[in-house]
Every structure is written in C-alpha cells, then in structure tokens.
C-alpha cells in the first residue's frame, strides 16, 4: 500500500506501481469539503467515484449522482410472481389434481387462497430483496473490501471522509485519480493495490465456511441434548392432546347419559343404511332386483357368495358345503326346484332375515352385495340347469 | 410561517353558500317527498363522514404526540384545524339520533319481543344509545381541547410545556380513541343489522377514518403549499405522508378481506347474510367498486418511491381515497334501505348540502391560528427533516 504525498506525485517514475490498483482514495476533513470536491472529480471522469464516510451524509446519492437501486422493481416481480405462484399451486392441488370438498365450498375458491398468496408472495419478497441485495447488487461473497485494509480505514470510521475514485478498466489510471483528488482538496490521498487473489473460494473460505457449519451442528446439538433433558415436560399448548375423546363401546363422561355411543337421532337414517326389507317372505315377492346383470355385479355376488354362503350351501350351491360334513346340518339346496322356483325377492328375504337355522346376513353385506348374490345365485342355478340354447351362445 | 395576508379576509365564497343553500333545500324536500327512511340514512351517512374524518384528524395528531415524531411538526397543525369537524359533528349526530326509531330495529319497541334482539334490547335502546353517543362526543371534545386547543395556545405562549404535556395526554388519548370509533362503528353503522355482528369492525372503519384523515391532511398541505402558506414544508415531508396513505390503504384491505373471508368460510346464516346482500344484485358491482378504488388502485398508484413525493399523483391519490371513505360507508350503511342501491337526487342534495358545509368549515379553519405550530420547540428539526 503506498501513501502518497504530493512529492512522490510530481515524481511518479520513482514510486513503484502495484500492476493493478483497485482506487485511488482521497481524505477530507469536514463532509462540506467531500460534497465541494465530488462534482469536481466527476467531471474528470477517471472512474467510478464512491464516498466512504463515518455517517449518512444528506444529498449524497443526488451529488453522486447514483442510480435507482433496481432492488425494489425486482421486489415487485418477484412479489407478483410469488403471489401467482402460490394460486397456481392451490388451484391445481384443490381443483384439479385432488379435489375434495372443504366446508362446502367450490374445490376452486380463490378466497381460501388469498392467505397462502400473501404468505408466498411475501416469501419470494423478501427472499428477493435480502438475497438479491447481498449476493447481487452487493457482490457477495466478497470479503476483505479493499479499503478495510487501507490505512485511512481508521479515520473514515471516526471523523474523515474518504472519496474513491475506483477502476472501471484495465486503463484505469492511479496517478491521474491521485492528482483530481488533490486538486480537489483532498488532505491526503492513498493509492488502494487491488486484491492480489480471488477473495471467492479459496481453500481458507472453504475451511472456515466447512467450520462453521460444524462448529453450529455441534453447539446446536448439544443447546437441543440438554434441553431436552432438562426440561422435558414443557409442553406450551397440548389442547389438541386433551381434547374428550370417544372409543366404540366405553363410558365416556362427553356426553350426558355417560355412553360413548349414541343412539341416532329419531326419525333418521345414516346414509347408505336405509332399512331392510320388513313383513313376511310372502310380501318380498313384489321386491325387484334394483341390480343390472353385469360382470362387475356378478363379481361382487361371486366374492360375497364365498365369504358368507359358500361354507353351508356349497360352491355350487347343491346345500353341500364344508361345515355341513363336520356338523351334520342341513342348508338348504337351492338348486331344487323349490327355490328355482322362488322369485329374486324372496331369496332377498332370506339373505336379510335368515330361514330356520340360517342367521341373518343383513349386518355383514351391503344393500349391493345382498342383490348381487341374489344374482349370483341365480346363475349357479342356470349353470346346473342349461338348456341347450345356452350351449350354442357359449359356442358362437 | 408568516402568514400571507393575501389569504385573510377572504370573501366567503357565494359559490359554496349557494350549494349549500340549494342543498338546504334538497335535503327538506327528500323527507317530504323521498320518504324518512331515505332522509335518514343519508343523515347517518354524512354524520358517519364527518366524524370519521375529525376523528381520524386527531388520531394523527394524538399518534405523532404519542411516538414523539419531529418530522410532522411542521404540517400538524393541518390535521389539527382539520379535527375541529368535531364541533359540527356534535349538532349533527345529536339531530341523527332521530334517525333511531325509523332506520334502528335495535331500538325499535318490536325489539322486545325479538328472539335476538330482546337480550340487548337495552344496550340498543334510544336512551342509552343517545347516553353512549354523549359519551363519545364529550371524549372527544376533551381530546380536542387538549390536544388542538393546547397547541392553538402554544403558538402564543411558546411553552415547551405544551409538549410533555400532550406526549402524557397522548397513551390516554388512544384508549379514548380506540372507545369511541368503536362505540360509533357498532352503534350507528353496525347497529343498522343488529342481528349481525364481527369484533373486527371497529378496526375495519377506523382504517377507512384515519385514510380519510390522512386523505384530507395531505389536500390541506398541498393546498397551503399552493398558497405559498407553508415555507420549508417539502418533499420528505410529503414522502412520510404518502407513506403512511400507501401503508394505509394495505391495512384496510387486509381487515376487510380478513372479516370478510372468515364469515365466508364459517358461512353461518346470521353473519354471512352481510355479504349475501352485499354480493347481489347491483351491490355487487359497488363491492367490487369498493375493492378497487380504496385498494387495487391507490396501491398501484403509490407502490413506486417517486409516487409518494410527487404533489400531483398525491392530489390524485387524495381525492380517490375520500371518494373511497365515501363509498366504503354508503356500502355499510345503504343496504338498510333494501335491495336495490339508492342514488338520485336526495343523495346529491346531501352531497351539496354536507360537502359545502364541510369546505365552509374547513375554510374557516384554515385560518385559525399559525400554519405551522410555531410555539412548538420541535419545529426547527422538524423543518430540517430529511429523508
């Protein structure tokens, strides 16, 4: 680093010049002297001129004449976009790819996402202007600015003004700087070397950055061990924990009556429980199967049929199961022709209500799984019993 | 400072007497002809206006006391003469309370005997509706009397003791402040539909009082800037003022959209049935109106930070906002008069009527004490404020 006095200016041929400076930087001594001096080093036109001072001096950024930080117009597009972003996420999840229905309202109602657009487009704001304002505009990663380490760095931090006229080019040319800015009334100038390495990524950064994250998985993991193990009931809000709960079957202190279940309310019906077919076997005969004869409805009857029919009236439905050798009963044999006879309604009959030893299966198959073995007794039957035209479908 | 004696003694203007007078005579003939029920809901309206926008005068002037600023000290005075459209509220709210047994079900005999309304059928009724509406008004002449009068005085005095004095006064003032547009919010414009109710609308038109405030405080500064009236007053000044006008328009946004969604998710019948007539017919039009020009468009007008400093998008701006803290309350307080919205001559007449008193005053006002409160130790670095 070369201090410059106004001799070794007259004589530049005898100061050795670093190959490349970063700027030449000027001192003054009162923030009156530094405004004089900026419009005249400007008009030179050497280099970027930049003003390092202790404080905020008021018509700096007009005498420098700096441009509008772009920052905020980025903030603004980035803040749209954040809040589009999010509409666009919650349309799609809530109208298109999933949509269920929330409080009755539409899948897509855009006043539910109102509060997740504000969150997100505040998100990509700021995001926006920290990063963009660090990384960016201010060039960082970038340590060791040049005039930290210049020698008037202590005097700019307390009661000088320092005014820098800084390389734009190769062409850059340190005397000429040195000499505007002791036109200019600078009490002393110094010439600033430029870094004489990268101050990105060098195997030092690396290191310390590797440190760092160590040193703070350590210290947090260890601030987190302890915590844990001294406080380990600090539960700040457990509501949801407490809340009265009902289990199938228990007493519970919710309700009045002390039962955890309820009876339903009187004169209602749960849906898809709608009362089974009442009266006598003799009324179900006007009862129609509601079922249309298809592979779907056989293979539900098929599967229904093997679950709950199979073990007592047979795989074929002859009243030959495999419980019938081992307790000696009698199910009936639908294929005689007492029941290929019966009408679909009263085959349904007995699937609700039982027949004789035969319980009722109205508990354990839905009101489909019901009709379509009804069905699919049907065609057991026919399968025991083809005529010939069946054949000649079979074999087109 | 020094008072430009061009602008004393003016002649009254015979333009704003002759509005008024032709108003005058609107507003009789809408009682007689349009019906009471019009008459009054258009009283309650201007009362609503006009104590909103002296409320909110002296909220800014309470709020600048109470953080201690120093940059508004040189325009607070403006806000300060703008907040004696106290007095006149006083007449016309306590007129307004005629307004009671005709447009009020709350106060109303069938009350009694409503499944709803019978339980705060004495908080609603006429006697202590009026005891309450008392309350505020003599909240507020103290506010006023401390705060205006006191610095009115100061001019002369030039006591710094004004200063500490209103900086103690200024904490009280807020839970003042904070009773009274909440009284006047739930009482005369939310006690129209009793049976509806929401926490949150005291807030909700103390956002749109104060923008009216800040509205009317930032037309006065241009106009006296105009007027050569207020030396030193310059753009850093008038960037805070746009400042807190942009900050302002996002606030009431946030707290009408936040009551608005939450009855719209919630969707139970006593609350949402505010929007539902709200969001029909014609009013739909004016709701989204409304969401418009007292948001979407003040904000994009004022996002950039040229926009806040430049007098002629300030002006703009201004005048949208009053327009908007004219629709807002027309949007609360119109529906109570049916389906359909009311605009046609006795609207007009009301407008005439109020709108040339409120300038007579204002005018008047104009010029009562310094244009600066120049007894106030702070207006030297108030005038020096810079960005």
Redesign the interface.
């Known amino acids: 680093m070369h201090s410059l006095t106004m001799e070794t200016i007259t004589m530049p041929e005898t100061t050795p010049m670093p190959a490349r400076s970063f700027a030449v930087l000027g001192l003054f001594d009162t923030p009156n002297a530094l405004m004089k001096a900026i419009p005249q080093v400007r008009v030179a036109n050497l280099g970027t001129v930049e003003a390092y001072t202790p404080y905020p001096i ?2 700096m950024d007009e005498a420098l004449g700096l441009r ?1 930080s772009p920052l ?1 117009g980025m903030v ?1 597009v980035m803040g749209i976009l954040g809040a589009l972003t999010a509409f666009g996420f919650q349309y799609w999840i809530s109208a298109i790819d999933y949509p269920i229905v929330t ?3 539409p899948p897509s109602s855009w ?2 996402f ?2 997740i657009m504000f969150e997100v487009m505040v998100l990509f704001a700021t995001f926006t202007a920290g990063l963009g304002m660090l990384f960016l505009l201010n060039k960082l990663p970038f340590f060791g600015h040049p005039v930290l380490s210049s020698k008037a760095i202590t005097g700019i931090t307390r009661d000088r003004y320092g005014l820098a006229i800084e390389a734009e080019s190769e062409a850059f040319d340190s005397t000429a700087a040195a000499q505007a800015l002791k036109e200019a009334g600078a009490v002393e100038v110094e010439i600033l070397p430029a870094p004489d390495r990268s101050p990105f990524l060098t195997s030092d950064f690396i290191l310390r950055t590797l440190g760092g994250i160590f040193a703070a998985c350590v210290v947090s993991g260890i601030v987190m061990f302890l915590t844990i193990k001294w406080f380990p009931l600090l539960a700040p809000m457990k509501y949801m924990q407490d809340q009265p709960r009902l289990d199938a079957q228990r007493a519970s202190a919710f309700f009045k009556d002390g039962h955890g279940m309820q009876m339903p309310v009187a004169g209602t019906v749960a849906r898809g429980y709608l009362p089974t077919a009442t009266g006598t076997q003799e009324a179900a005969v006007a009862l129609v199967n509601p079922l249309p004869r298809t592979r779907e409805v056989f293979a539900v009857g098929r599967k229904a049929y093997a679950n709950r029919c199979e073990v007592c009236h047979g795989a074929i439905g002859n009243g030959v199961g495999s419980l019938t050798a081992a307790y000696g009963g009698k199910p009936a044999n639908l294929q005689a022709q007492q029941f290929r006879d019966y009408p679909d309604g009263k085959i349904y009959w007995a699937i609700v209500n039982g027949k004789n030893a035969m319980p009722s299966q109205a508990a354990d198959l839905t009101e489909t799984q019901r009709w379509s073995v009804v069905h699919y007794v049907r065609a057991l039957q026919r399968a025991q019993n083809a005529k010939d035209e069946d054949l000649k479908v079979a074999t087109p | 400072m020094i008072r430009n004696p061009m602008s004393q003694n003016k002649p009254a203007s015979p333009l704003l007497w002759g509005a008024v007078a032709l108003g005058a005579l609107g507003v009789l003939g809408s009682y007689a002809i349009a019906g009471p029920e019009r008459f009054w809901a258009n009283w309650v309206l201007w009362f609503v206006l006009i104590f909103t926008l002296g409320l909110g005068s002296l909220f800014i002037v309470a709020l600048e006391h109470l953080v201690n600023a120093k940059w508004s000290v040189p325009v607070r005075r403006l806000p300060e003469r703008l907040a004696t459209l106290l007095i006149p509220a006083i007449p016309i709210g306590l007129i307004g309370l005629g307004a009671l047994p005709v447009l009020y079900p709350g106060a109303r005999p069938e009350a009694a005997h409503h499944p709803i309304l019978a339980g705060k059928a004495f908080w609603l009724s006429l006697p202590f509706f009026s005891v309450r509406t008392l309350i505020a008004f003599a909240l507020c002449l103290i506010g006023l009397a401390v705060l205006v009068g006191g610095s009115m005085k100061q001019d002369a005095t030039k006591d710094p003791a004004f200063n500490f004095r209103a900086r103690r006064f200024a904490p009280a003032f807020m839970a003042i402040f904070a009773l009274v547009i909440t009284l006047v919010a739930f009482d005369w414009i939310s006690g129209l539909t009793p049976e509806w109710y929401s926490d949150i609308f005291g807030v909700y038109v103390f956002a749109g009082a104060f923008l009216s405030g800040l509205a009317a405080t930032v037309l006065s500064v241009l106009y006296l800037q105009g007027q050569d009236r207020l030396e030193g007053v310059r753009a850093d000044h008038l960037y805070n003022l746009g400042a807190f006008l942009f900050a302002f328009t996002v606030f009431w946004s946030y707290i009408g ?1 936040a009551q ?2 939450l009855m ?2 919630a ?1 139970f019948p006593d609350e949402v049935i505010y929007y539902k007539v709200r969001l029909a017919g014609s009013w739909r039009a004016i709701t989204i109106a409304l969401a418009a020009l007292h948001f979407i468009l003040p904000f994009f007008a004022l ?3 040229e926009a806040k400093k430049d007098p002629k998008r300030l002006r703009r701006v201004a005048y949208l906002m009053l327009g908007a803290h004219v629709l807002d309350m027309y949007w609360l307080i119109f529906p109570v008069l049916g389906a359909k919205p009311h605009f046609s001559w006795p609207e007009l007449s009301f407008a005439l009527f109020f709108l040339g008193g409120i300038l007579l005053w204002i005018r008047g006002a104009m010029q009562k004490g310094e244009d600066m409160p120049v007894g106030d130790p702070f207006l030297r670095e108030g005038l020096e404020f ?1 960005l």
């Open positions: 008021h018509g509008r905020g603004l409080g009755g309202k006043e539910a109102i509060p | 959209f608005y969604m719209w998710y969707n996002v950039t930070r810079r």
